[in-house]
């Protein structure tokens, strides 16, 4: 399986079953990611207390996967973000999954 199939096996992990502040932290974490970070080692460690089904998906994978698989994460998380108003109810999943779905192709 692709580090992309994983990501969208992945998804319900990130969303909806964290907190939008939650969702914030994980693109803060993703943003400050050290280009030289080892596997996304530091990330998987970072992002276990909330989500440890993504931090163990890093955790397995290596090289340029690692890089795609938490690239499409960072893009999902954004995505989330960007549908989900803060007055508003958060976003339908199976629309997130399929706009995300949809951005892969």
């Given at each position: 399986?692709?580090?992309?199939?994983?990501?969208?096996?992945?998804?319900?992990?990130?969303y909806p079953a964290l907190t939008r502040s939650?969702?914030?932290?994980?693109?803060?974490?993703?943003?400050?990611?050290?280009?030289?970070?080892?596997?996304?080692?530091?990330?998987?460690?970072?992002?276990?207390?909330?989500?440890?089904?993504?931090?163990?998906?890093?955790?397995?994978?290596?090289?340029?996967?690692?890089?795609?698989?938490?690239?499409?994460?960072?893009?999902?998380?954004?995505?989330v973000l960007a549908s989900w108003k803060a007055?508003?109810?958060?976003?339908?999943?199976?629309?997130?999954?399929?706009?995300?779905?949809?951005?892969?192709?």
């Amino acid at each position: 399986m692709s580090a992309k199939h994983d990501a969208f096996d992945d998804l319900p992990h990130l969303y909806p079953a964290l907190t939008r502040s939650q969702i914030e932290w994980v693109v803060t974490l993703l943003d400050e990611r050290p280009g030289t970070d080892s596997g996304g080692m530091s990330v998987a460690a970072a992002i276990k207390p909330i989500a440890p089904a993504i931090a163990e998906r890093v955790q397995s994978l290596s090289g340029g996967a690692v890089d795609e698989y938490l690239r499409i994460v960072k893009g999902a998380a954004v995505y989330v973000l960007a549908s989900w108003k803060a007055v508003a109810a958060p976003p339908d999943p199976d629309n997130v999954y399929q706009a995300v779905r949809n951005i892969e192709r």
